[in-house]
């Protein structure tokens, strides 16, 4: 039985037949309605989600499966002390299988080792959020045509943002990707990240301001400032408006430079930018489904060719 816990759970290889597939969804639909015919995907949601959580069970629906779940801790019987270890053993006995998100790093692992179903991590506190990395993936492949040689800016909370993450890992297996890493001090990637990076002789540079680096980058993936993360709002104020993406900004990149976003956006990209054809993170949303779809279909082991 597969999960997917992080990007790197799948070579290469598997992503490209990932994205492949993800593409044909995205043409003909129609022959994928019903690939998951009686069967369920429970969505565990103990953190706030609305893209994640609604895609997954859209998804679903779209294969002709159905969705269960729930959308807080609150309403769970977390609220009551139970173990994500014992939740997911109850819930392998209802669907085939699973998406969870946590506060805390590891949550999704751990789900995974007490599970009769495959897990899918839809984000685990600060650490991980490979199916996000998955549909930017995507977009960027569709955007650009490929996933290897290019600059790529990831401006924000680089310490909090899980999806910063997981795409770092994933992007990092690919040849000629030179990262520019643009946050306040405080908000620098984590030391494991660029570890990882030194050790695979990949290229990187942190920065703090954005106005110097803009011009240089070929994609920009923007991300919020993680208020949830921080241990004081103090900080958290501070830091909010630390970088605001204007049509000045976008004036000085390149033409073809795309602008990512996993969303939600609080003020990190001014509502000016939506209409710039380079603003690609509506786009990522639709994305996002068909890359679920194919995600789906991959775990629970179809096969996709008699369809
Ligand atoms: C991201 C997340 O949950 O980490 N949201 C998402 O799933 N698209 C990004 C964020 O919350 O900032």
Redesign the pocket.
Known sequence: MRHLLSPLDFSVQELEDLFDLAADIEKNPGKYAHACDGLKIATLFYEP?T??RLSFEAAMMNLGGKALGFASADSSSAAKGESVADTIRVISCFADIAAIRHSKEGAALVASRFSSIPVINA?DGGHE?PT?TLLDMMTIRTLKGRLDHFTIGICGDLKF???VHSLVNAMSRYEGVHFVFISPPELRVPDYITEMLDEKGLSYEEKISLDEAISGLDLLYM??V?RERFFNEEDYVRLKNFYVLTPKLMSMAKEDMYVLH???RVNEISVEIDKDPRAAYFRQVQYGVYVRMALILTLLGIDVDSL
């Open positions: 989600s893209r994640t984000g959020h996000q943002g899980r999806t991300t919020r993680q996993p969303l939600p």
